[in-house]
T-cell receptor, first 115, second 112 residues
Framework: DAGVIQSPRHEVTEMGQEVTLRCKPISGHNSLFWYRQTMMRGLELLIYFNNNVPIDDSGMPEDRFSAKMPNASFSTLKIQPSEPRDSAVYFC?????????????FGEGSRLTVL | GDSVTQMEGPVTLSEEAFLTINCTYTATGYPSLFWYVQYPGEGLQLLLKATKADDKGSNKGFEATYRKETTSFHLEKGSVQVSDSAVYFCALSPAAGNKLTFGGGTRVLVKP
């Protein structure tokens, strides 16, 4: 079975540009999470969805960040405009309905560099 | 709020050495506890878990015991291999709720 698929794996952009990160969760999973990983702050939960509905976006840093989940098999995280401090690895993770709260499956991440 | 504290790395040791990574937590009620592992260039993978006090999680030679009295969940392996080189994350999920809180991660480097 395919795991969580993220794209792009690497993105280099200039300050002010729009960035869109994409995630395909594992088929049948009903919860999706977006995390950001930096050396300074470690792993931070940005937002999570249950059944395509955003449940908690309190971790989204500011209005420049937005996330959508139009259907059960696709989610996007958008940064507009991007800033150098947004440089990080962004992970998407999904969880099945029958799984425990902490049993997440992570994608390989999208490494974003904003110049 | 909930928090997880791990020993800072990097931890460098030789193959076949004993590994311990300390993890303590702060949470209300009875959280579930987890260890995740992140190999270079990859996402995190669930390594083991424990859902109640005195439970022992184990996988791939790693073990951790949920100690409620010391609010700890230390990770151990008796004989590490080079392939165990990775970053290890301790995490908790609350008794009620949907979020997973991670520690800062501990980088482990095993030399041949």
């Amino acid at each position: 079975d395919a795991g969580v698929i993220q794209s792009p794996r690497h993105e280099v952009t200039e300050m002010g540009q729009e960035v869109t990160l994409r995630c395909k969760p594992i088929s049948g999973h009903n919860s999706l999470f977006w995390y950001r990983q930096t050396m300074m702050r470690g792993l931070e939960l940005l937002i999570y969805f249950n059944n395509n509905v955003p449940i908690d976006d309190s971790g989204m840093p500011e209005d420049r960040f937005s996330a959508k989940m139009p259907n059960a098999s696709f989610s996007t995280l958008k940064i507009q405009p991007s800033e150098p401090r947004d440089s990080a690895v962004y992970f998407c993770a999904s969880r099945g309905l029958a799984a425990g709260v902490g049993e997440l499956f992570f994608g390989e991440g999208s490494r974003l560099t904003v110049l | 709020g909930d928090s997880v504290t791990q020993m800072e790395g990097p931890v460098t040791l030789s193959e076949e050495a004993f590994l311990t990574i300390n993890c303590t937590y702060t949470a209300t009620g009875y959280p579930s506890l987890f260890w995740y592992v992140q190999y270079p260039g990859e996402g995190l993978q669930l390594l083991l878990k424990a859902t109640k006090a005195d439970d022992k999680g184990s996988n791939k030679g790693f073990e951790a015991t949920y100690r409620k009295e010391t609010t700890s969940f230390h990770l151990e392996k008796g004989s590490v291999q080079v392939s165990d080189s990775a970053v290890y994350f301790c995490a908790l999920s609350p008794a009620a709720g949907n979020k997973l809180t991670f520690g800062g991660g501990t980088r482990v480097l095993v030399k041949p």
